[in-house]
T-cell receptor, first 116, second 114 residues
Framework: AQTVTQSQPEMSVQEAETVTLSCTYD???????LFWYKQPPSRQMILVIR??????QNATENRFSVNFQKAAKSFSLKISDSQLGDAAMYFC?????????????FGTGTLLAVQP | NAGVTQTPKFRVLKTGQSMTLLCAQD?????MYWYRQDPGMGLRLIHY???????AKGEVPDGYNVSRLKKQNFLLGLESAAPSQTSVYFC?????????????FGDGTRLSIL
């Protein structure tokens, strides 16, 4: 069975600095997708960034980028120029490619605090 | 655009009571999901549906039932609520796998069982 592990329950970063959140996963599949979701205090689940396993290039969305290491099964999220609005719980998630369900498997989350 | 709408947003139940959570999506998505979120455990899949009239068990289905009578609606039922079902419940929807589109989430329902 696939698993997703986020080993940092909490992280803190100064405003305007850079922070990296870690995520590792375990799978025997070769076709899969990885996601980072942000959950602010409002409880919404907001998709931050996603990565297709078959793509070697790391995904980037404005200040958010990933370091995807397929062989190491690692998928870290880097937030540059951190802003107060980045404070939230961040979840890493995995989805099998193909298949018939699109089910997501989530990590336990990392709570990010941004200090002014 | 409404997206995924969950009703109600908050609810308090007594042990043994029953209730139904409603999820409605207006994006014509085939797939729908119910997750629960507990502290320190992330989101876990309860049940899901890949089309109208079909449902399947997820990771933690015990104590819950679901129905998908209409494509746009996915109902989650608790027949006899237990304190262990105190949680935040999220509904999500998506296009089928081949479309390579992410899931869209509702805003969650906070459910407390006393």
């Amino acid at each position: 069975a696939q698993t997703v592990t986020q080993s940092q329950p909490e992280m803190s970063v100064q405003e305007a600095e850079t922070v990296t959140l870690s995520c590792t996963y375990d799978t025997s599949e070769s076709d899969y997708y990885l996601f980072w979701y942000k959950q602010p205090p409002s409880r919404q689940m907001i998709l931050v960034i996603r990565q297709e396993a078959y793509k070697q290039q790391n995904a980037t969305e404005n200040r958010f980028s990933v370091n995807f290491q397929k062989a190491a099964k690692s998928f870290s999220l880097k937030i540059s120029d951190s802003q107060l609005g980045d404070a939230a719980m961040y979840f890493c998630a995995y989805r099998r490619g193909g298949g018939a369900t699109n089910k997501l498997i989530f990590g336990t989350g990392t709570l990010l605090a941004v200090q002014p | 655009n409404a997206g995924v709408t969950q009703t109600p947003k908050f609810r308090v139940l007594k042990t043994g009571q029953s209730m139904t959570l409603l999820c409605a999506q207006d994006m014509n998505h085939e797939y729908m999901y119910w997750y629960r979120q507990d502290p320190g455990m992330g989101l876990r899949l309860i049940h899901y549906s890949v089309g109208e009239g079909t449902t399947a068990k997820g990771e933690v289905p015990d104590g819950y039932n679901v129905s998908r009578l209409k494509k746009q609606n996915f109902l989650l039922g608790l027949e006899s609520a237990a304190p262990s079902q105190t949680s935040v419940y999220f509904c999500a929807s998506s296009l089928p796998t081949g479309w390579n589109q992410p899931q869209h989430f509702g805003d969650g329902t906070r459910l407390s069982i006393l």
